[in-house]
């Protein structure tokens, strides 16, 4: 049983391009995400990238790194060419971690790791109770909504569920886009029909629920900074300089 990380990189980006590059004190933000995704408990990290740029800069600092095609619509389908290549396709569990959240925590990855030794579920992924009200009804915040046994009912932009009845005490979750599949689930991905309510709420996991697969979500209470904008950047690195955090 084998578990690989993979950081999809990519240096084109239309909100903010060469965001894996950008300086967090001393340090390329793809390297913040690295160093601190290879303290968790998983066999094997890699970078998977389609720019020189960011190949050579991982091989700077002394990371794993595969170069891979330039076509691919998503991080998916990016480590679906690194799985189908010979150096890595004896990997069961594969957890697709975020190249933007340079301050990652490794328990969020280990959630996912060890939820795939200990029940062998196909995807994980993982979420986190909502603090602030007005983010539940913020659009570019995906909600998720689970089952008795903790498998995803539904995931939307949307606030879910509409609350017509009060329900005493009811908890809001947001998605946190950190997942795990298996090998085997990644291969038969190209396969899957094209989902309806995906290209309504453009995200991809909706083609999972449509095509019959089971999600897994697991709650965590880590606190996820992503960057997506030069002003996400910038508190991002004061956030590391307010509280001494180095690499």
Do not use: C
Not at 4 to 25: C, H, M, Q
Not at 109 to 131: D, G, M, P, Q
Not at 220 to 234: F, K, Q
Request: hydrophobic letters at 35%; a negative charge.
């Amino acid at each position: 049983m084998k578990i690989l990380g993979v950081i999809p990189a990519r240096y084109a980006s239309t909100r903010f391009e060469g965001k894996p590059l950008k300086d967090i004190n001393g340090n390329p933000m793809i390297e913040w995400v690295y160093k601190r995704a290879k303290n968790a408990d998983i066999d094997k990290l890699v970078v998977a990238t389609d720019d020189q740029r960011i190949y050579d800069a991982v091989k700077n600092f002394g990371g794993n790194v595969v170069m891979t095609s330039a076509d691919h619509e998503n991080g998916t389908s990016r480590i679906i060419e690194v799985i189908n290549n010979t150096e890595y396709s004896d990997f069961d569990f594969i957890i697709n971690i975020q190249g933007d959240e340079p301050l990652i925590d490794i328990k969020s990855i280990n959630l996912l790791a060890n939820n795939y030794r200990e029940e062998k579920s196909e995807i994980v992924t993982l979420k986190k109770e909502f603090r602030k009200n007005e983010d539940v009804s913020n659009p570019n915040i995906v909600k998720v909504i689970t089952d008795f046994n903790s498998n995803a009912v539904y995931f939307s932009r949307s606030v879910i569920p509409y609350e017509r009845n009060s329900v005493e005490n009811f908890r809001y979750y947001k998605h946190l886009g950190i997942y795990g599949y298996t090998s085997k689930f990644l291969n038969e991905l190209k396969n899957l029909r094209e989902g309806i309510l995906e290209k309504m709420e453009s995200l991809e996991q909706l083609r999972f629920i449509e095509n019959g697969y089971k999600i897994k979500v697991l709650e965590t209470d880590s606190e996820v900074i992503g960057v997506d904008t030069e002003e996400d950047l910038a508190e991002v690195i004061e956030y590391v300089k307010e509280k001494g955090i180095t690499l």
